[in-house]
């Protein structure tokens, strides 16, 4: 079984950054795919970053912006978020699945079975 817990969450100003953690416990390996996912109230939600040992993927909205890291010996996985604006404002979870990061399918939720709890992110303008 695998467990997610997540940290770091917190309230800044636009232009402000945050780092956001992801503890892993249970059987995810490098070669599996890790993500962050965001959400609002009343919408799905949506892909933010995810990583593998060799692939790395961000959406639009946030490339130049987040970068996602993993370290395997820590079993940790990170979100640094710099340049924040008030449109990042929203719920972030973390999730695992026991595969690696497919192009365009690790965007969609139902492609990971593990999900952390979720830390809160509010930018103000």
């Known amino acids: 079984q695998v467990h997610l817990v997540e940290s770091g969450g917190g309230s800044v100003q636009a232009g402000g950054s945050l780092r956001l953690s992801c503890v892993v416990s249970g059987y995810i390996f490098s070669s599996d795919c890790m993500a962050w996912f965001r959400q609002t109230p009343g919408k799905k939600r949506e892909g933010v970053a995810a990583?593998?040992?060799?692939?790395?993927h961000y959406a639009d909205s946030v490339k130049g912006r987040f970068t996602i890291s993993r370290d395997s010996a820590k079993n940790t996985m990170t979100l640094q978020m710099n340049n924040l604006e008030p449109d990042d404002t929203a719920m972030y979870y973390c999730?695992?699945?026991?595969?690696?990061?497919?192009?365009?399918?690790?965007?969609?939720?139902?492609?990971?079975?593990?999900w952390g709890q979720g830390t809160q992110v509010t930018v103000s303008s």
């Open positions: 990583k593998d040992d060799s692939t790395t």
């Open positions: 999730a695992a699945v026991r595969t690696n990061c497919m192009d365009g399918y690790w965007l969609n939720e139902l492609y990971f079975d593990n």
